[in-house]
């Protein structure tokens, strides 16, 4: 279960505070997606969009478009 600053407006997982493990409690989100988003959050810094994600092999285009309604960016 996420609280608090993990949360966004209806309960929307913030992937700029989440771990792998918070991730992969997620039903659409695997490890090497979970970690393939923490690992691009630590070089790169705080995420705004899922857009980096468009070329990375761990995602297809609906991959990205069906978890685009179940996270934010706060």
Avoid at 53 to 61: D, G, P
Wanted: proline share 3%.
């Amino acid at each position: 279960r996420l609280v608090g600053s993990e949360m966004c407006i209806r309960d929307s997982i913030n992937l700029n505070r989440v771990g792998i493990e918070r991730l992969r409690n997620h039903p659409y989100i695997n490890f090497y997606q979970a970690k393939a988003l923490v690992e691009y959050r630590k070089k790169k810094g705080m995420l705004h969009n899922l857009k980096p994600f468009a070329l990375h092999e761990e995602f297809t285009e609906s991959d990205l478009e069906r978890l685009s309604r179940y996270v934010c960016f706060e």
